[in-house]
């Protein structure tokens, strides 16, 4: 019995929340009271509204194409910024791409030797005086081709490896002095 008093009293308290609830939505929805002022000044002024709702209406500081303006110059703008981009990025590719090849360029230039004797004096790379004879030409020959041809260092560095350039150097002027001398 007293769950069923219960049960109807909830229902009964749920009615009536229900119940207010909807007069205060209809007195939300007729909160607009017209004392006659709007609807005249509608029926005055019908053809003026009907013409602004219609859209065929320019606006007094200019049409509203306006936001099609704005739109067609932030496309330019957007382009604009993409095209110097890829104009950026073509251009520091392109010096990288010279500089790359600038650093092969200087790897393959082949190095000047200065060297402490005449190059064009044979007497002076085989280190020996001149109207020196046959045997001491000889000697002084295997003796520096000992010291430096690049076979007889084989653990060497490259920069020991250019040695190649003097072991020309002293089979060119040994071949000089030994046709000199016959």
């Keep these: 019995w007293m769950d069923n008093r219960t049960a109807t009293a909830d229902w009964e308290r749920q009615r009536e929340n229900e119940a207010r609830m909807e007069e205060e939505d209809m007195r939300f929805r007729n909160d607009f009271t017209?004392?006659?002022?709007?609807?005249?000044?509608f029926f005055r002024n019908k053809a003026r509204i009907l013409y602004h709702l219609g859209g065929s209406y320019e606006h007094e500081e200019g049409g509203f194409d306006w936001y099609k303006e704005?739109?067609?110059w932030a496309n330019q703008q957007?382009?604009?910024?993409?095209?110097?981009?890829?104009q950026s990025t073509y251009q520091q590719q392109q010096r990288q791409t010279n500089q790359q090849y600038q650093r092969k360029q200087q790897g393959q230039k082949k190095q000047e030797f200065h060297?402490?004797?005449d190059?064009?004096?044979?007497y002076a790379v085989l280190g020996i005086q001149r109207g020196a004879s046959r045997q001491e030409i000889s000697a002084a020959f295997r003796k520096q081709m000992l010291k430096y041809?690049?076979?007889t260092q084989p653990d060497a560095s490259d920069a020991q490896k250019l040695r190649v350039e003097r072991?020309?150097?002293?089979?060119?002027?040994?071949?000089?002095?030994?046709?000199?001398?016959k």
């Design 78 to 86: 957007w382009r604009r910024q993409q095209q110097q981009q890829q």
């Design 167 to 181: 072991s020309k150097l002293i089979t060119e002027a040994y071949q000089k002095l030994k046709k000199a001398t």
């Design 115 to 117: 060297w402490d004797f």
């Design 34 to 41: 017209d004392r006659g002022n709007a609807r005249s000044y």
């Design 119 to 122: 190059v064009n004096d044979p």
């Design 70 to 72: 704005w739109e067609e």
């Design 149 to 151: 041809h690049p076979d």
